[in-house]
């Protein structure tokens, strides 16, 4: 769920929401802490004073900070503002490290996201899946097609052929004067 601040509604959050900030960072999928935050409706900076208590829990496959070039490319991709800001790197979680996080937060709140964002984690896996098994199938019939192309074309010139054969062989169709 995410809280509208002007109108202070509870907007119900959707794997879809949290599919749209996952993101592809050295090779693993990451939530920054930022959109964690937000999530988890605490300020960015508990969160991340949170995690430094308890850095024991969040090993290198948990989570990583950014470098300043990772953080330029991820803010030209989602078109943030350049006045205000951080002072230090983002930290990415990885879906273990979100895992770790509502042991740490350890809030009904915490739970509640972390349930969403397992779901939007595997939901993604299955979407890669499916590609993946697309993309196989769709390469081993460009091998098939490969394989038999020369079948393919030498049938269809041999068509070709025997139907202009024919048009010249045929006779006149109907009466003479």
Known sequence: MKTNKETS???????????????????????IDSDLAELYQVPTKYLNQIVRRNISRFPEDFMLQLTSEEYQ????????????????????????????????????RAVQMNIFIM??????????????????????????????GNDIADISIAITKLLKEKDRLRSAIGFEV
């Open 119 to 148: 779901r939007a984690f595997v939901a993604l896996r299955q979407l890669l899946e499916t590609h993946a098994e697309l993309i196989a199938k769709i390469n081993a019939l460009e091998r098939e097609q490969k394989e038999q």
């Open 9 to 31: 509604l509870i907007v119900p959050v959707t794997t879809g929401f949290i599919e749209r900030r996952i993101k592809i960072v050295r090779g693993q999928k990451v939530l």
């Open 73 to 108: 490319n991820l803010r030209l991709q989602i078109a943030t503002s350049s006045w205000g800001g951080r002072r230090n790197m983002p930290y990415a979680f990885t879906e273990l490290g979100v895992a770790m996080l509502s042991s740490v937060l350890n809030s009904e």
